[in-house]
């Protein structure tokens, strides 16, 4: 059973790496969007702007939001806490 866990959260760290590489990249691509609205200007700038404002950004936090969840799920899979408090032994 514990064989199986560890197979599974292998498959979700590997969607989990390349779901978070992949929003990262278009993380990048919005700031150069928004990099070349400033150096084009005028209208096509509010458009450029408006385009990544309202269809790139929604879906990368909800994109990165899911893939959170999916990290998190696959570090309590693995048996990893690393998200909890440790007890240090003071010797």
Avoid: H, Q, W
Avoid at 21 to 32: D, E
Avoid at 51 to 72: D, E, N, R
């Amino acid at each position: 059973m514990k064989s199986m866990l560890n197979k599974i959260a292998d498959i979700f760290r590997i969607i989990f790496g390349y779901g978070i590489m992949i929003t990262l990249f278009v993380g990048g691509a919005t700031f150069f969007g928004y990099l070349a609205a400033l150096i084009i200007g005028g209208e096509t700038a509010a458009a450029i702007c408006t385009f990544i404002y309202k269809k790139l950004v929604p879906v990368m936090i909800k994109t990165t939001t899911s893939l959170v969840l999916l990290g998190l799920v696959t570090m309590y899979l693995s048996g990893e806490m690393a998200l909890t408090a440790a007890k240090k032994n003071k010797n």
